[in-house]
């Protein structure tokens, strides 16, 4: 496919160029600035064509300006990998041959690997794929923070702390682009919930917003150099957000300097006066029929198409906003499909299993190893038992946007299967019966996951062959499927779904050698926790599941990962419930919902610290196969500048009997602040790999930024000058090293 858009591209610029002397036009000549050759190309197009650049034309595609040789913009979703091609007015598939692709774990386990290096490979591979099936925009990555832990979404997010996904995002962005290939990062800004997300009006403090939901955003945007964001479906200050004042042209454009494309939602842009002149440059949609149903050429008839266009004809409004959004998308072009820099990409090959399977397994978190249960041994044993749907279950179709069609998924089971067979026999039971169905928009699973029998006969069989197992491994957990992990849908509670407690209850009691693996993008009610010996965080991991999940579970891998959101013990211990602020309250009207975020900036476990609640599993919780020391913890000064930094240093020994990874982490406390202040607040982190006995120095630079909170009264970021403590160990809830230090003048 690229190819023949290479051939087309070469075809269309010959054309342009006919009547041209044998100059280069300056908007052709790579060896011009952009920004002229921007001003060359806006000058030469006319009022219809500026038009027709800033609004979609199919599904997934804008116009170019065939006249002058600038190809069409493609987009795609993607995540967590390319999207398969759909018609051009409708979500069925394509029935295309070539579009398969690797699906790379969701970014919660990305998140959780808390290690940046794995967010630049994970950006440049699935960068890779999106150039050889010749998409110019990447729907993605999205950075949303984990607010409850029914978000439907959640899984396609980074969690809960805004410091943690900022470090993600930038290296994510900048692999992605490196290939030519622009991100989109999304949804901007504050969708975490998505029952009534078209229609949800949050209400929310500027501090919280600044401090908590807009980091990752600016970190995109700043640091990692992003071409493109999408606008969120909900409203702030009763302004949808894909057309926001504040959102778009204050904070985004003007006070970030973002000098990229805004495309609205899918359907996201509802006010053609509020599009024009509040931020949106491309408008995108959902469904053939724009703003009205049946009609004929209906993207014709989206908000920046013909009814901005009347509204220049006839006077209403002039051309500064509409050249300044083309000038957008012109830059977009150049640094896209018009890019003679842009290779020819990959798909499918085996660097990019490699990777996917190297975060899955980096980002797999062990929460609890009592007794040492695990890693499976190799020898030594003769049967394992795999238990759940989800130990077969294929996870990459579904889930709304986030849905692939794979060229291969791994499933548990069978990588269970191939790692320890024949040496050790793995037999299975269902156990429990969820969703068996296996279609979404086209694409099928093949997978029949049909089962007659009754929960209790499920139960009863796994128990059975649990008595007869040296290992019992239950795979169970949510899925992507409506009210579970799943665009458009929030779940409707904490606990798991099917009837699991049972069935885990039964297996810990059949079987001392138990393992529950949870499969989800969010927390899950454990009321059975102190019965189970060993459980796992396993995420969504796309492609390569199977082998990632065998490689930690048998110890071929030694976990590493962190939970990047707090795990607590019920909805009640998560403030948007203990509030009672979620779902929100409906207008009289029921047009509108507005939830106030009446938390604030306690999201997470700086609620957990401030009402001195203990979660079931703590923000950067994560266990190992080894064991590991941290001492010595000193810094370069006993005091700071404010345009200075500070740098950190901790000793770090694997004191264990296997080499692996852990993750320092670095929080920092306001001794004495003039305003209200978590009790600490994660300003960095380092992850290192040692081998048995292995001792390494760590160190975390911090500078004024990391003292920081937003002044709602100077509507500024602010670092009082005082005393600090900077506290440092393996999780929020293991800190065992301190240090003072104080920032002067």
Same mark, same amino acid.
């Given at each position: ?19 041209? #002397? ?23 197009? @006319? ?55 690797? %699906? ?8 959780? @690997? ?11 591979? $699935? ?18 923070? !984990? ?24 290296? !994510? ?22 029952? !009534? ?6 209400? /929310? ?13 600016? #970190? ?84 920046? %198409?013909?009814?901005? +266009?009347?509204?220049? $004809? ?29 290779? $020819? ?74 790692? +320890?067979?024949?040496?050790?026999? /793995?037999?299975?039971?269902?156990? !429990? ?14 997978? =029949? +996951? ?92 796309? *492609? ?56 604030? &900036? ?15 599993? %703590? ?19 006993? @005091? ?61 630079? &911090?500078?004024?930024?990391?003292? =920081? ?13 005082? *005393?600090?403590?900077?506290? /440092? ?17």
């Amino acid at each position: 496919m690229t190819k023949i858009r290479m051939i087309t591209l070469l075809a269309c610029l010959g054309m342009a160029m006919e009547g041209f #002397s044998q100059q280069v036009p300056v908007y052709l000549d790579e060896t011009k600035p952009i920004e002229q050759r921007v001003e060359d190309a806006l000058s030469r197009m @006319t009022l219809t064509e500026k038009i027709r650049v800033i609004h979609a034309q199919s599904k997934f595609s804008s116009a170019g300006v065939p006249r002058l040789g600038i190809p069409e913009l493609w987009t795609d979703d993607g995540p967590h990998g390319v999207r398969p091609d759909v018609l051009w007015d409708q979500w069925e598939q394509a029935g295309q041959s070539n579009d398969s692709c690797v %699906a790379f774990p969701a970014l919660t386990c990305l998140a959780a @690997t808390w290690n940046p290096a794995n967010a630049l490979l994970y950006g440049r591979s $699935l960068g890779e794929e999106a150039l050889y099936r010749g998409k110019d925009m990447i729907l993605g990555p999205g950075v949303n923070i !984990y607010r409850t832990p029914l978000g439907g979404r959640n899984f396609e997010y980074m969690g809960e702390d805004p410091y943690l996904a900022s470090q993600m995002v930038a290296p !994510y962005v900048k692999g992605l682009q490196s290939c030519g290939v622009a991100a989109c990062v999304k949804h901007y800004a504050l969708n975490n919930d998505e029952e !009534y997300r078209n229609q949800v009006n949050v209400v /929310v403090s500027d501090r919280a917003l600044h401090e908590i939901y807009l980091p990752a955003f600016k #970190s995109a945007v700043q640091q990692g150099g992003v071409w493109g964001l999408m606008g969120a479906y909900n409203l702030y200050k009763d302004q949808h957000n894909c057309h926001n004042d504040i959102m778009l042209n204050q904070i985004l454009k003007r006070d970030w300097g973002f000098d990229g494309v805004v495309v609205s939602d899918w359907g996201g842009a509802h006010d053609t006066d509020e599009a024009i002149h509040n931020g949106l440059d491309i408008e995108f949609g959902t469904g053939t029929d724009g703003l009205a149903h049946g009609t004929k050429n209906a993207y014709d008839n989206y908000h920046l %198409a013909n009814p901005y +266009l009347s509204r220049i $004809l006839s006077g209403k409004v002039g051309t500064k906003e509409l050249d300044e959004k083309v000038r957008r998308v012109l830059r977009l072009f150049y640094r896209t499909n018009m890019s003679s820099n842009r290779g $020819l990409g990959s798909l499918c090959s085996e660097a990019h299993y490699d990777a996917a399977r190297k975060i899955a397994a980096d980002g797999i978190v062990l929460l609890k190893n009592q007794g040492n249960v695990l890693p499976i041994p190799t020898t030594g044993i003769s049967k394992v038992l795999g238990v759940g749907e989800n130990a077969v279950k294929m996870m990459t179709v579904g889930g709304g946007s986030s849905s692939l069609k794979v060229q291969h998924e791994i499933s548990p089971l069978d990588g269970l299967r191939a790692r +320890l067979e024949p040496t050790i026999k /793995v037999d299975y039971a269902r156990g !429990y019966v969820g969703d068996v169905t296996g279609e979404y928009n086209g694409v099928t699973t093949g997978q =029949s +996951l049909k089962d007659t029998r009754s929960p209790e006969e499920l139960i009863n069989d796994a128990v059975e062959k649990a008595k007869q197992a040296d290992y019992v491994i239950m795979f169970g957990g949510l899925n992507k499927s409506d009210y579970q992990d799943c665009e458009g849908h929030d779940r409707k509670e904490y606990g798991l779904p099917y009837a699991q407690d049972q069935l885990i209850e039964a297996l810990a009691k059949a079987n001392k050698r138990f393992v529950y693996v949870n499969i989800s993008g969010n927390a899950v009610a454990m009321p059975w926790v102190r019965q189970v010996p060993a459980i796992v965080q396993g995420w969504y991991l796309g *492609s390569e599941t199977g082998h990632a999940m065998a490689d930690v579970l048998t110890g071929d891998v030694n976990p590493s990962g962190k939970l990047p959101y707090t795990w607590t013990v019920s909805l009640n211990d998560v403030p948007a419930h203990a509030l009672g602020t979620f779902p929100g309250t409906w207008r009289p009207d029921h047009k509108i919902i507005d939830e106030e975020y009446k938390e604030g &900036i306690y999201v997470g476990y700086r609620w957990a610290d401030k009402v001195k609640t203990k979660p079931l599993f %703590a923000f950067g919780h994560g266990l190992s196969y080894s064991t590991f020391k941290l001492s010595n913890l000193r810094q370069d000064s006993p @005091t700071m500048t404010s345009d200075g930094k500070l740098t950190f240093t901790v000793s770090v020994k694997n004191t264990g009997s296997c080499a692996g990874g852990e993750t320092v982490q670095l929080y920092i406390h306001d001794d004495r602040a003039s305003v209200d202040r978590p009790q600490k607040e994660l300003k960095g982190f380092s992850k290192v790999y040692l081998q048995p006995g292995e001792s390494r120095d760590v160190s975390i630079t &911090i500078d004024r930024s990391a003292l =920081s909170f937003y002044d709602e009264a100077q509507s500024a970021w602010t670092a009082e000058p005082g *005393s600090f403590t900077a506290l /440092v160990g393996t999780g929020s809830d293991n800190l065992p090293l301190k240090k003072a230090f104080s920032l002067t003048e």
